[in-house]
């Protein structure tokens, strides 16, 4: 007689992977509603194999251990393929990896000289475990946590060269550009010479600093010190300089002083929202566009790498042309920025001025376009020294040519449609430093690096303004403070310009390197 038990382990096993990206990064790229696609996802391919194995074998043991080994190739296929990639390449790699496993695993259930009963009552126990301290530890990250203070609004003066009843206000579009390196770099390192679009940049108005430098190396203390006008070391001191916590920041973004300020002058607020978090939505929007939720969130692109899925999903959209292009395992598609950047003029047509910000990101790997716009299978470089380096060099360059396409067309497309006058700040927020996706603590960067990161593109279209109200070598946070001084009043004098590094572990520990 068989001794019926219950088999959990292969289904706790599929949520594991998940809980457990989760708990590595909650608070930082997760939310609670991030969790649910991704959980029904893994649960349904672990429900799949378990109603496959049953063709294989009817022991409820066997068929466990079966539908273990399914969840596994399933939850881990891309990490598999990314390991083996230094030796074989990925398309030899992929079928064996899927394949292998599985069937040596229903050999050994279809056979049953195995007793797989003794692997269930471990398993069950393990993985319960594993699972429950993974849901805990995301628990505790998802907590309510301590958020940065809000900057206090400054008393509103007089408007300069604006009439009381708002109607000569300019519009105001803040385009973040996202680790768009400057000039000098670009030359030096990339081998690329960004003079020609400079250069018709200014032939539409714009002042362009060729020494621009970034104020924050990471993208959501950039935005937070811009938009508040002000550097960061009160915020690193109220919540400690060793805190890891990127999530903190996030209200300084969304609760800007820049909105505030605008909505008291009658501006109708248009936010454009990114998979990233600190750019995820904004309530304070009158407007976002698109709708924050149709947006892949970085959490979900990431898990999405690390399965099975993603190369079926390429081979079935490959096959019947997918709405939204490739499968959604990179933050943002080029489908998506295409859409943005031809919005953005569009917003012009406006009863009240308007307050753009768009914080887009490209030229920021992904690689999703071509030089010349064109879409192309989304390339994201292992490492930015070994192999990848000159490939992805290669790519950087060529994201870089259409962002500045696509630049040019926007800003004569707002220029020649709109009825009032247009401030319009092109900035990067940091430059790229070809470090890999977590920046290193300052002795783990070459200064060569630590210099291409501070070095930023930027570029101010200022109506009406004088040519010395920004510098060569200003940062974002005083072209803020000279944009708000001079066209809406403010008492904001210049602060010294100066550049912080800090490390993706410590990302308040600011050192100053320039």
């Known amino acids: 007689m068989t001794t019926r038990r219950l088999v959990a382990y292969p289904f706790l096993a599929a949520t594991y992977p998940v809980l457990g990206l989760a708990a590595a990064n909650g608070g930082d790229l997760v939310s609670a509603g991030d969790l649910v696609r991704p959980l029904a996802i893994s649960l349904g391919a672990a429900v799949l194999a378990w109603l496959l194995s049953r063709a294989v074998t009817r022991d409820i043991d066997a068929r466990g251990f079966l539908t273990f080994i399914g969840v596994g190739v399933f939850s881990a296929h891309g990490y598999a393929i990314n390991i083996l990639a230094r030796w074989v390449p990925s398309g030899v790699a992929a079928l064996p990896v899927a394949i292998?496993?599985?069937?040596?695993?229903?050999?050994?259930?279809?056979?049953?000289?195995?007793?797989?009963?003794?692997?269930?009552?471990?398993?069950?126990?393990?993985?319960?475990?594993?699972?429950?301290?993974?849901?805990?530890?995301?628990?505790?990250?998802?907590?309510?946590?301590?958020?940065?203070?809000?900057?206090?609004?400054?008393?509103?003066?007089?408007?300069?060269?604006?009439?009381?009843?708002?109607?000569?206000?300019?519009?105001?579009?803040?385009?973040?550009?996202?680790?768009?390196?400057?000039?000098?770099?670009?030359?030096?390192?990339?081998?690329?010479?960004?003079?020609?679009?400079?250069?018709?940049?200014?032939?539409?108005?714009?002042?362009?600093?060729?020494?621009?430098?970034?104020?924050?190396?990471?993208?959501?203390?950039?935005?937070?010190?811009?938009?508040?006008?002000?550097?960061?070391?009160?915020?690193?001191?109220?919540?400690?300089?060793?805190?890891?916590?990127?999530?903190?920041?996030?209200?300084?973004?969304?609760?800007?002083?820049?909105?505030?300020?605008?909505?008291?002058?009658?501006?109708?607020?248009?936010?454009?929202?990114?998979?990233?978090?600190?750019t995820g939505h904004n309530r304070y929007a009158d407007l976002q566009l698109p709708d924050p939720g149709r947006l892949t969130h970085e959490f979900e692109a990431v898990w999405l790498r690390g399965t099975m899925l993603l190369p079926v999903l390429e081979r079935a959209c490959a096959v019947f042309s997918c709405s939204g292009g490739v499968p959604p395992y990179v933050p943002e598609s080029a489908t998506s920025l295409d859409w943005k950047f031809a919005a953005i003029p569009g917003l012009v047509h406006s009863e009240r001025p308007v307050f753009v910000l768009a914080h887009l990101t490209v030229p920021h790997e992904p690689y999703v376009y071509d030089a010349d716009c064109g879409h192309r299978r989304p390339y994201w470089p292992n490492a930015d020294d070994g192999p990848d380096a000159e490939t992805g060099k290669a790519a950087y360059v060529a994201q870089v040519r259409c962002v500045n396409r696509k630049v040019e067309e926007l800003v004569k497309a707002i220029l020649g449609r709109s009825t009032r006058p247009a401030i319009i700040l092109l900035q990067a927020d940091h430059g790229h430093g070809r470090l890999g996706r977590d920046l290193p603590p300052l002795s783990g960067a070459s200064a060569a690096r630590v210099e291409e990161r501070i070095d930023i593109f930027a570029a101010y279209l200022l109506p009406g303004a004088p040519r010395g109200l920004v510098h060569d070598s200003i940062g974002p946070v005083n072209t803020m403070r000279s944009v708000m001084r001079y066209y809406y009043g403010l008492d904001l004098p210049p602060l010294e310009d100066a550049s912080y590094w800090s490390s993706a572990g410590r990302p308040y520990e600011f050192t100053r390197v320039r």
Not at 165 to 174: E, T, Y
């Open 100 to 278: 292998l496993p599985v069937l040596a695993a229903g050999v050994l259930a279809w056979r049953g000289r195995v007793s797989f009963g003794p692997l269930t009552r471990y398993l069950n126990l393990v993985i319960a475990i594993m699972v429950a301290w993974s849901g805990a530890s995301l628990l505790w990250r998802l907590r309510p946590r301590e958020r940065a203070i809000a900057f206090e609004d400054l008393p509103l003066q007089t408007i300069a060269n604006a009439a009381p009843s708002g109607k000569a206000l300019p519009h105001l579009f803040v385009i973040v550009l996202d680790k768009y390196t400057g000039h000098r770099s670009l030359k030096a390192n990339f081998g690329f010479d960004n003079t020609p679009f400079e250069r018709t940049l200014e032939g539409l108005g714009f002042v362009v600093p060729r020494a621009a430098r970034a104020n924050y190396m990471h993208t959501f203390l950039a935005l937070a010190a811009m938009l508040n006008w002000e550097y960061l070391d009160n915020v690193a001191r109220r919540i400690g300089s060793e805190n890891p916590d990127w999530g903190i920041a996030d209200p300084l973004i969304e609760d800007n002083r820049t909105w505030r300020t605008l909505h008291r002058l009658g501006y109708r607020f248009v936010f454009m929202p990114t998979a990233y978090p600190a």
